[in-house]
């Protein structure tokens, strides 16, 4: 087989990697499909660059991805890797061997400048993403659009330019990769959730062990 490739661990199944990016998940509508619980249903993408090869951990996942036992957000592979999605795992074959190929994670771009109706959009975007479920998409434009109460066609001009200005070439699950992009910066965090404050003078909320406490009072 010419080119990169992983071979599930589980099946033995040698799937050959797309030229540009491959989606792995357990989702229906992913390039390769894992069945393995562990695995979010968009977990992580294989990119292909010229002669390199990486994998990119989409960040939408408790359980990670792994290279060679290691926890990566993205990481340059060689021949004979062992990716783990979870508990799932594959070998990389295909990639052509260097005499020196450092192992490294690839470096992160600079953050591009935004406009503060831009950081509003990226923020709605992420919201669904960086919530406590185990894998849930990032926001629709529909849904940014109710959200920022504006039209849905000028979120989809706010996001061509975002695409542009984060470099996120045209493809498959563009809006993913984006906030993927975005929250791996830094650019959105999660927010956490501060319990409300109970209201002076109001009794505290009695437990069983309380309740009886107080008949016997009584």
């Known amino acids: 087989m010419e080119g990169p ?8 199944e040698v799937v050959p990697l797309r030229p540009e990016i491959t989606t792995i998940g357990r989702g229906r509508g992913v390039d390769i499909r894992l069945t393995d619980p562990s695995v979010s249903r968009l977990h992580a993408e294989f990119v292909r660059r010229g002669p390199y090869l990486y994998v990119v951990d989409l960040g939408l996942s408790r359980n990670g991805t792994r290279v060679n036992g290691r926890p990566i957000a993205r990481r340059v592979l060689d021949d004979g890797d062992v990716v783990s999605f979870g508990a799932a795992r594959g070998r990389i074959g295909g990639v052509p061997r260097e005499d020196f190929a450092p192992e490294i994670e690839l470096r992160r771009a600079a953050a591009p400048e935004l406009t503060r109706r831009e950081v509003d959009v990226l923020t709605s975007l992420c919201r669904p993403a960086l919530s406590d479920e185990a894998f849930v998409a990032p926001a629709t434009a529909r849904e940014i659009a109710d959200d920022l109460v504006v039209t849905e066609a000028a979120v989809k001009q706010h996001l061509l330019r975002l695409y542009q200005k984060f470099r ?11 906030a993927n992009e975005v929250v791996a910066l830094g650019l959105v965090r999660p927010t956490p959730v501060v319990p409300p404050q109970r209201a002076a003078g109001a009794p505290e ?12 009072a009584s």
């Open 5 to 12: 490739f992983i071979r599930i661990e589980d099946t033995g």
């Open 205 to 216: 909320p009695q437990t069983a062990s309380s309740t009886t406490a107080n008949r016997r």
């Open 168 to 178: 996120i070439p045209e493809g498959t699950n563009r809006r993913t990769r984006l």
